[in-house]
């Protein structure tokens, strides 16, 4: 056994870890990207959606996910699986219903890695210019950070929450320093909260602005994700689930909020329409922080896609774990590595799907911002949320047929609202889908297509028996107490 560590041969192991609470809220935070959010996304948000009323719709959806949250933490006493939605979807609807979950969850994170690949290997083509560097093509940079998110991604977990834990707080830390430094010297209109009032969430398109605001808790299912590699699942994975859902939220709500402040609620429409690319990171940043918000914030930005890149990989060569363990795809994603007890086939298969997806859009010429990352964040929008719309089913069903917890609140009213907030958030996406995906009906058709086919493929791989338990890669699942 000392050789085949040594020679860093595999064998079935179960994945290992002694990730916290605070190692996994990084994770889910850093999927979340803080300042990609707040720096790419709200500038639109603020243009095109509901303008001032934007750091509304953060708060809502969060509360939506809180709701959905008292549930999915309550299931996780009894399921620890890194198949995540897999594992809980299975659980409650079936095996079938649950690997067409998981082809959703695959579609989800490959859809919003290969985004973030472009967006951040844009950014970093940006900046190695802007300081004296070579030109190079996008897509070059993009291979560099796969092949670095491909190591840390091989190594146990603990290692790239670490690097994520360092990269988040840099992050948190200049969006938290320009937040402060707006209400500190105020804006051209005070500080007021016109952005809170119904009317003001309610005005402009509402349902763009909430369609970004979703796309922004993709990963938050990380906290179940990492169970297995926490060091108390039962007790780590609810706490860390409220932990993320609140802070996601409040952070994107105030820092949203603070912008709206710095360029004034009757003017920030039409201004961030006319600085969608320089809004916070130039405009805004410029003005509270100075030149040191000018050089420091693109760098931070950049770090920021990095880490989400991390923390998506990690997610995807998980679910590519758990699926071969299940037997719905090949024994071999089931291994897990001699030494570093982590995903290692999984990372590796992930890393190959990520060159093939950017490699066809390097090929065809595509824009790495305006159709690479633009049409693959629409897909994985509408992806995630009937993900977590079946997920929230699953948990419904689950109780109501096992019993094993009788609280009416944690597993019936709290789940179902949550789960009405979810297909009305659905419905609100699929609505505006064509706006954020260029205006072509055409191509939104086919988008939502690939959703129902990612369903139906996972669906479908339900023919092949699961693997038995007695060979060591069967699911694990918590004893009830």
């Not at 994945?15 to 609470?21: D, S, Y």
């Not at 005005?203 to 990380?222: R, V």
């Amino acid at each position: 056994m000392a050789e085949a560590v040594r020679a860093g041969e595999t064998e079935h192991h179960g994945l290992r870890g002694t990730i916290g609470v605070p190692g996994i809220v990084f994770l889910v935070v850093a999927s979340a990207a803080p300042l990609t959010a707040i720096g790419g996304a709200l500038p639109v948000m603020l243009a095109i959606g509901n303008g001032a009323g934007t750091p509304s719709a953060y708060l809502v959806v969060a509360l939506v996910l809180l709701l959905f949250s008292v549930g999915y933490a309550a299931m996780s006493r009894h399921v620890t699986d890194t198949g995540a939605f897999f594992a809980f979807v299975t659980r409650g609807l079936g095996r079938r219903a649950g690997l067409g979950s998981a082809g959703l969850a695959l579609l989800t994170y490959t859809a919003v890695q290969a985004a973030v690949y472009g967006l951040a290997a844009a950014t970093l083509q940006g900046l190695v210019v802007q300081y004296g560097g070579p030109d190079l093509p996008w897509w070059l940079w993009a291979l560099v950070l796969v092949a670095v998110v491909a190591v840390l991604g091989y190594r146990n977990i603990d290692l790239g929450a670490k690097v994520l834990g360092v990269l988040l707080v840099l992050e948190i830390g200049i969006v938290a320093a320009l937040t402060v430094a707006i209400f500190v010297k105020g804006g051209p209109e005070g500080t007021s909260l016109t952005s809170f009032e119904p009317s003001s969430f309610s005005s402009g398109s509402p349902g763009i602005a909430l369609m970004f605001a979703i796309a922004s808790f993709i990963g938050f299912e990380a906290t179940s994700i990492y169970g297995e590699e926490a060091r108390d699942p039962r007790r780590t994975v609810p706490i860390a689930t409220y932990v993320a859902v609140v802070l996601i939220g409040v952070f994107y709500a105030l820092a949203s909020w603070a912008i709206v402040t710095a360029v004034g609620p009757s003017q920030v429409q039409s201004v961030a329409g006319e600085h969608i690319g320089d809004l916070v990171v130039g405009v805004v940043s410029g003005q509270y922080l100075g030149s040191f918000g000018d050089h420091v914030l693109p760098v931070l930005l950049f770090t920021s896609l990095f880490a989400a890149l991390l923390s998506f990989h990690n997610a995807i060569s998980r679910y590519f774990f758990a699926l071969g363990r299940d037997g719905a795809l090949p024994s071999a994603l089931a291994r897990t590595h001699a030494r570093h007890r982590s995903p290692h086939t999984g990372s590796l298969t992930q890393t190959a799907t990520a060159v093939i997806v950017l490699a066809a859009f390097a090929l065809a010429g595509a824009d790495p911002v305006a159709q690479l990352f633009t049409w693959m964040s629409g897909l994985a929008t509408v992806s995630v949320v009937t993900l977590m719309l079946l997920a929230c089913t699953a948990v419904l069903v689950f109780f109501a047929r096992t019993r094993l917890d009788r609280r009416v609140w944690n597993t019936r009213v709290a789940p179902a609202l949550g789960g009405i907030g979810l297909l009305g958030i659905l419905v609100t996406v699929l609505a505006n889908f064509t706006t954020l995906i260029a205006g072509s009906s055409a191509l939104a058709g086919f988008f939502v297509a690939l959703v129902v086919l990612a369903f139906v493929a996972g669906a479908a791989a339900a023919t092949r028996p699961p693997r038995p338990a007695e060979d060591g890669t069967a699911p694990r699942t918590t004893p009830v107490p």
